[in-house]
C-alpha cells in the first residue's frame, strides 16, 4: 500500500520592511528632556518659579508638545539635582529648603568661592579683567532698567565667569549647581535686597583682583556672600505655569 505523501507546509516569505516616514526634523527624547530640564531650571533661576510651585506633568507635557515619558525623565533629573521634589501623593514641586539647608549651601559656597577668588587674584590676566567689566556693564544695565529675570541671571553668572577664567570645569560645574539651588533658597527666602548694592560688591571685587590683593578680594567675596545669605525671608508668590515655561516660538 503506497504511503500517504505529508502535506507541503506552505512557505512563509518575510514580509517586505516597508520604511518608517520620518519626520524632516525630528527631535531626540534625549534633547527634549534637556530642554524641559533648562527651562525649568533657568525659571528657577530667574526667579520666575517660586518654591513649592506643582509641576504637572501632563502640563508640562502638554506646553513642551511631548509625552509624559519624557517629562518624567527631567524631572527626575531634577529631583536628582535637588531643585524639585518627587512624593508619589504629591507629585512634583519645587523643592522648598530648609533654613539649615540653605545654610549649609552658601556655607559650601563660602568655603568654595574663597580658595576660587584668592586664586583668581593671582592668576587672572588683564584680559579676564576686561571680560569682567564688560560682564558688569551688562549687570548695571540690567539693573538700571529693571530686568528683574536679567539682572538675577548675571549677577549670578558674575561668579560661574570668574570659575571659568580658572580653567577648572569642575569647579564651575558645581558652583553653577550650588547657584542654581541659592537662587532657589532666595526665592523662599530671600529679601528684596539690592540688586544695584550686589552689583557694587562686584565692582568691588573685580578692583581687588585688578590689583591682585588676593587678600582684599577674599574679605569682599565673605562680605558679599554673607550679605546675600543674612537677609532671607520667607516671599511667597505662585506664578502661572505656562506662561513661566512656555517654549519661544
Known amino acids: ?34 530642554r524641559i530640564i533648562e527651562s525649568i531650571t533657568t525659571a528657577i533661576v530667574e526667579r520666575r518659579l517660586m518654591p513649592g510651585t506643582k509641576l504637572a506633568e501632563q502640563k508640562i507635557a502638554d506646553i513642551f508638545k511631548v509625552s509624559r515619558t519624557i517629562v518624567r525623565q527631567a524631572l527626575h533629573q531634577l529631583s536628582r539635582d535637588k531643585l524639585i521634589t518627587l512624593e508619589k501623593a504629591r507629585g512634583a514641586r519645587v523643592a522648598q529648603p530648609s533654613v539649615e539647608e540653605a545654610r549649609q549651601v552658601f556655607e559650601v559656597r563660602h568655603m568654595l568661592e574663597s580658595s576660587m577668588i584668592r586664586r583668581a587674584a593671582l592668576e587672572l590676566t588683564p584680559a579676564h579683567i576686561a571680560r569682567l567689566r564688560t560682564h558688569l556693564e551688562d549687570e548695571r544695565a540690567a539693573v538700571q532698567r529693571t530686568d528683574v529675570s536679567g539682572r538675577t541671571r548675571l549677577l549670578a553668572d558674575f561668579h560661574v565667569v570668574l570659575a571659568g577664567m580658572l ?37 568691588a571685587i573685580v578692583d581687588a583682583l585688578e590689583r591682585r590683593d588676593a587678600r582684599a578680594a577674599v574679605r569682599l567675596m565673605g562680605e558679599h556672600l554673607q550679605h546675600v545669605e543674612h537677609n532671607l525671608q520667607t516671599l511667597p508668590r505662585v506664578p502661572d505655569l505656562s506662561a513661566v515655561l512656555r517654549p519661544e516660538t
Open 1 to 34: 500500500m503506497p504511503r500517504s505523501t505529508p502535506a507541503l507546509r506552505p512557505i512563509r516569505l518575510p514580509r517586505k520592511q516597508v520604511p518608517r516616514t520620518v519626520s524632516a526634523t525630528p527631535v531626540a527624547p534625549v534633547d527634549t528632556a534637556q
Open 167 to 203: 580653567n577648572n570645569d569642575t569647579l564651575a560645574d558645581i558652583l553653577r549647581d550650588l547657584l542654581s539651588r541659592s537662587s532657589l533658597i532666595s526665592l523662599m527666602y530671600q529679601s528684596a535686597h539690592s540688586a544695584e548694592h550686589s552689583y557694587l560688591e562686584h565692582v
